[in-house]
């Protein structure tokens, strides 16, 4: 998310005539995205500003932006210990970047402005892209206040974009030569607008031009069986799902908010590996949850012995203040290092497992980078595949059948 939005305000700086600069000596607008779903993140802002106020050149405008700074406490904290910051803003008025920088530049006052909300004319998105891949939001906030997120109360509450905007976006960017469209929002699950839910939203982005559609991020409360019937019968649907799990305890996920069962869970993974195979999963897991004990852990380690993902973002609980679950209990840092440390080696195994049981299979891949000869990209199932292609090119769709398997990573030959 964070990532699209960068991207977001690059293309607004871009249509005034910047391009981008690979040293901070060099710029001329210097922003900083900030993100706050972890406390350790935002104590990490100052540090990077006291590096840009000694590298930044005179009269370089200074931005800071992001979910940091949409809490109007922590702004005006900004505002008082970084007098060298030109301009602060949150998530709401992102879209008016440009014209902040403007109006700075016009008269060299100091802005400082933060919406409670969003406005109507902030609810349409600008899709900006990477490489072959483009993001379109579809819906903003979340409605969802899981006990360790500062999300629903930076972002606000769910709003989705009418689904013309959606299919106008997705047209142009098609229409521009991308080849992968990534649809974005805290919960994409939960997209409703006109009548339309988010599996009659991907209908409507069905087409017979070639590309592949995928969606982050789903709340397995809210996958539901239609959703996996269609990505099993469409024809541009990647083969892949993240559905995060955060913990395996239903002790846990009941702490966290999280409104499902381990056994909720474990039978949406086999809805979707009934009606999608060769399906590829990932999920974030989350380890040192407040009150997280051994069996609580051992809990996760079985869920994910189980399901059997191809690919594990795992993360150590980090205490966020303004969220309940700051105010829980809270594990000691060794404990959570020492689980998070087995959880990571245990998901090698897998992974490296599941790379292997791929060799001999032939999968069609998008191409995505290309060196001497040697092509790189991502199997329907997002698995990342290395093979040689003298005539094939970025943005094309190509049958590769793998060799072999390194680790995770996969190297075949063009069929």
Excluded at 364 to 382: Q, R, T, Y
Aim: proline residues 2%; contains cysteine; hydrophobic residues 35%.
């Amino acid at each position: 998310m964070n990532v699209h939005e960068s991207e977001k305000m690059a293309g607004i700086l871009e249509a005034r005539g910047f391009s981008v600069c690979d040293e901070i000596t060099e710029a001329d607008i210097i922003v900083l995205n900030t993100c706050c779903v972890r406390e350790t993140a935002e104590s990490r802002v100052y540090g990077h500003l006291g590096r840009i106020k000694s590298q930044k050149k005179s009269g370089a405008v200074l931005v800071v932006c992001g979910c940091m700074t949409q809490q109007p406490s922590v702004a005006q904290s900004l505002a008082k210990r970084c007098a060298f910051v030109d301009i602060i803003l949150g998530t709401f008025n992102q879209s008016k970047l440009g014209e902040y920088i403007d109006t700075f530049m016009h008269t060299g006052e100091r802005i400082i402005d933060v919406w409670e909300k969003e406005r109507e004319e902030t609810a349409c998105g600008i899709a900006r892209s990477s490489g072959v891949n483009a993001w379109v939001n579809i819906m903003y906030g979340c409605n969802n206040f899981c006990t360790y997120c500062i999300v629903p109360y930076v972002r606000g509450r769910e709003r989705c974009r009418p689904i013309d905007d959606i299919i106008s976006d997705v047209d142009g960017l098609l229409a521009s030569g991308y080849k992968q469209i990534t649809l974005l929002g805290q919960n994409v699950n939960s997209y409703s607008y006109g009548g339309k839910d988010f599996t009659g939203l991907l209908k409507m982005l069905e087409t017979d031009r070639k590309y592949r559609l995928k969606f982050m991020t789903s709340h397995p409360k809210d996958f539901s069986l239609a959703l996996a019937e269609h990505m099993a019968t469409s024809k541009i649907m990647g083969k892949n799902l993240h559905l995060p799990v955060q913990s395996g305890s239903d002790r846990i996920l009941q702490a966290m908010n999280r409104r499902y069962t381990r056994d909720d869970y474990f039978r949406k993974i086999d809805e979707v590996r009934r009606l999608v195979p060769d399906i590829g999963l990932s999920s974030d897991v989350m380890v040192g949850f407040p009150t997280e004990t051994e069996a609580d852990f051992d809990d996760t380690i079985d869920l994910v012995g189980r399901v059997r993902y191809n690919n594990l973002f795992t993360f150590i609980y980090s205490r966020r203040s303004g969220t309940p679950a700051d105010k829980m209990p809270q594990l000691d840092y060794k404990t959570k290092q020492a689980r998070i440390d087995k959880l990571i080696k245990y998901q090698f195994e897998i992974s490296k497992s599941i790379a292997e049981e791929c060799v001999g299979k032939t999968f069609e891949v998008l191409v995505a980078e290309k060196k001497s000869g040697k092509c790189f990209g991502k199997a329907e199932n997002d698995a990342a595949v290395t093979f040689v292609g003298n005539n094939v090119n970025i943005g094309d769709f190509v049958k590769v059948k793998v060799t072999d398997a390194k680790n995770a990573n996969l190297s075949g030959e063009v069929v």
